[in-house]
């Protein structure tokens, strides 16, 4: 008899996300299944708005009040909808861990980096001053911030953008995650610091042996850092696929378009494939293929109803008419 397969470290079930005010209901995610394994990177994708960074924060219990969240959602085997503030404030940091876009909004203006990172250590580790204080500059190094001892006394305004994303990563990785999510950390960055964090990014996390969901509109950053994408649109996962597979063939026709519209070497003189319109409006929720409006394969059968996603190779789905069944 074969050993049971281990439970995934992230695994969501039908998750939706409402925003709910007085006027409107956004239909933010729209039935999201996840499963992230222990020491895999998964990316998702898409334009802005496809719910992407509404979705990792729902795996926190980071959304506003007026969010409503439906569907299941377990990480490292605890139920994070069930929990109560108390238990939220040591799974916040302790079994996972957030790295923001902007850290200079995530970041405290009056603490010093060195006092953050101990702060978090001392609350989640019990450690005393001097051993937080000795895990910070422990952590400042790991992520390669030079003169490492001296930035501890570094308020966030002093650093720059590269150093003070790397201090939100020391951050984040202060009490050893077992789940990093990374929200777009490399989009405020020049080209040559996005590479030098992504490298270290894959570097902290083959290392730590964490589990990483990174979210990012950018297929050249998936390329290098992802184990498997989920491309979202209009609040679904549309396609999700091994990272090779995918970058060698999308199965979606969004997908597809995503992959045109990036550039590449060998592009110069050539004009980019764009995809046409814009993403719908999510005060309702899609009942058929969202993005047939926006496709050039488009037929009546898309009109049905929400397509399903279809298996489509090892590890692999999508969802489209078009896509044969494996």
Known sequence: MKPAAP??????????????????????VNGVDLDVAEGEVLC???????????????LMKLLPRQARV????????RDVQAMNERELADFRGGDVAMIFQEPMTALDPVFTIGRQIAEAVQRHEGASRSAADARALELLELVQIPSAKRRLAAYPHELSGGLR???????????????LLA????TALDATVQIQVLLLLRELQEKLGMGVIFVTH????????ADRVAVMYAGRV???????????????PYAQGLLGATVHPGMRGKRLTT???APPSLETEPTTCAFSPRCEWAEAACLAGVPEARPAGPGRTARCIRVPAA
Do not use: W, Y
């Not at 994303?165 to 789940?179: E, N, Y």
């Not at 950018?218 to 850092?225: F, P, S, W, Y």
């Open 238 to 252: 549309v396609e999700e696929a091994p990272i090779g597979p995918f970058m060698a063939g999308p199965l979606h």
């Open 218 to 225: 950018d297929l050249g950053v998936a390329g290098e850092i």
């Open 275 to 277: 995809i046409p319109g």
């Open 70 to 77: 439906g569907g299941s959602i377990e990480v490292a085997g």
């Open 44 to 58: 998702l994708l898409g334009e802005s708005g496809s719910g992407k960074s509404v979705t990792l924060r729902a």
């Open 183 to 186: 929200d777009e950390p490399t």
């Open 7 to 28: 439970a995934p470290l992230v695994r969501a079930r039908d998750l939706t996300v409402r925003f709910v005010n007085r006027d409107t209901t956004v239909h933010a």
């Open 165 to 179: 994303q790397r201090a939100m990563i020391a951050v984040a990785l202060a009490c050893r995650p077992k789940l």
